[in-house]
């Protein structure tokens, strides 16, 4: 198993329904975390338990921004006024999803694995960055909804933002730390975020 893409809006349905309450892990899941084996000393089980306890958390905080995507409203292409309106509020929802993992991802404690920490840095920073290209679509779409003509350009804004979101690896980098890859392998919600892969 081996941390993925979230690949498709249509995949990205499927994923919410299989979290726990999309994206929120139960209190009594995160407590049953154990990630001990034989010839492990009580320190390194207590230190692999507390980078997969981490790890999960991190999963519920990107988590809600598949919550957010599989929310998100659909495009009316009756009109090209109705499009722009539809694709507008399709853009506002994905901003709320990603704002929700940001804030979640910024309000985690410091990771047990430095490694870690850099992950989540790297994440924050391509959400926020989907967010401020989102942003400027939205208000592209927002100005040309009174405008008396739209064109396929106009139609067009909300693909970008749509495309950078649907190719976004939430957990890049943890498959190359061996601590962190073990813990996607027991975090709960983690293991949602993932799909399977062959050689």
């Not at 893409?5 to 209190?27: H, V, Y």
């Not at 350009?153 to 939430?170: C, F, Q, W």
Request: glycine share 10%.
């Amino acid at each position: 198993m081996r941390p993925g893409k979230i690949g498709s809006l249509a995949m990205i349905t499927g994923l919410c329904l299989g979290l726990a309450a999309c994206g929120q892990a139960p209190t009594r899941q995160q407590d049953e975390i154990h990630t001990g084996g034989p010839g492990l000393s009580q320190g390194q089980v207590q230190r692999q338990d507390a980078v997969t306890r981490w790890t999960n958390d991190y999963c519920i905080a990107v988590g809600s921004l598949v919550d957010g995507l599989a929310t998100m409203p659909t495009v009316d292409p009756s009109t090209p006024r109705r499009a722009v309106q539809t694709s507008s509020d399709l853009l506002g929802s994905m901003i709320s999803g990603l704002d929700k993992a940001v804030t979640g991802l910024r309000t985690l404690p410091a990771a047990p694995v430095p490694e870690a920490d850099g992950a989540r840095a790297e994440t924050v920073a391509k959400l926020t960055g989907v967010r401020t290209r989102a942003a400027v679509a939205k208000q592209h779409l927002d100005e040309a909804g009174a405008a008396p003509r739209i064109d396929q350009d106009t139609l067009g804004e909300a693909r970008g933002p749509l495309d950078e979101v649907s190719k976004l690896n939430l957990l890049a980098g943890f498959d190359a730390v061996p601590d962190l890859e073990f813990a996607v392998t027991h975090a709960p919600v983690c293991q949602q975020l993932t799909v399977r892969t062959t050689p």
